[in-house]
């Protein structure tokens, strides 16, 4: 309800994802960018919002909440306002949804991508160091590049890196 700076929800899920129950009557746009929305994302969700008001045009923003209770969840908010023939805001129609656990997935692969290509390295350079010191194997080997996928130069410039480093002790 645009005029009354009331949202009215139509479930009890909405009730949940804030922490609230259906005594409490949902929220105003004020209340929920000043009591839910996490401080770092509110100016995003306002500048989203405020923008989609004066065109009478649609919005999306992904941003942090605090429940009631104080944890904290994701939210995907999506909604459109439609405008009188004056151009005010009549209608604001919207739904958003909860995708913590989405979050916690992409956190969870976006830190498992980054220990694979850390093991990866690793891994690298340890045959890199086995290239080194043992006079059998040579990076020219074509052997050598096709199971490292690496090309003899980059493997030479690996192997010269490991060769400064041993000299050195």
């Known amino acids: 309800d645009v005029k009354a700076d009331r949202m009215v929800w139509a479930n009890d899920r ?9 005594a409490d009557r949902g929220l105003t746009r ?6 839910y929305v996490h401080p770092d994302d509110a100016k995003a969700v306002k500048e989203a919002m405020r923008a989609a008001r004066r065109k009478g045009g649609s919005h ?3 941003c942090r909440i605090r429940q009631k209770g104080g944890s904290e969840r994701w939210l995907q908010i999506d909604g459109k306002y439609e405008l009188t023939d004056t151009g005010e805001p ?10 913590t656990e989405r979050k916690a997935l992409e956190q969870e692969a976006k830190e498992l991508s980054e ?4 093991l ?12 080194a010191t043992n006079p059998f194997l040579r990076p020219s ?16 410039e690996i192997f010269g890196e490991t ?4 000299d050195r002790f």
């Open 30 to 35: 004020q209340q929920l960018l000043q009591d």
């Open 60 to 62: 999306h923003v992904t």
């Open 90 to 99: 009549s209608r604001h129609i919207g739904v958003f949804a909860d995708i």
């Open 141 to 156: 080997s074509p052997e050598i590049q096709k199971r490292l996928g690496m090309e003899g130069r980059e493997l030479w």
């Open 14 to 22: 909405a009730f949940e994802i804030f922490g609230q129950i259906r």
């Open 163 to 166: 060769r400064r480093r041993k």
């Open 120 to 131: 990866q390295e690793e891994e690298r350079q340890r045959i890199a160091r086995e290239l």
């Open 115 to 118: 220990r694979l290509i850390n």
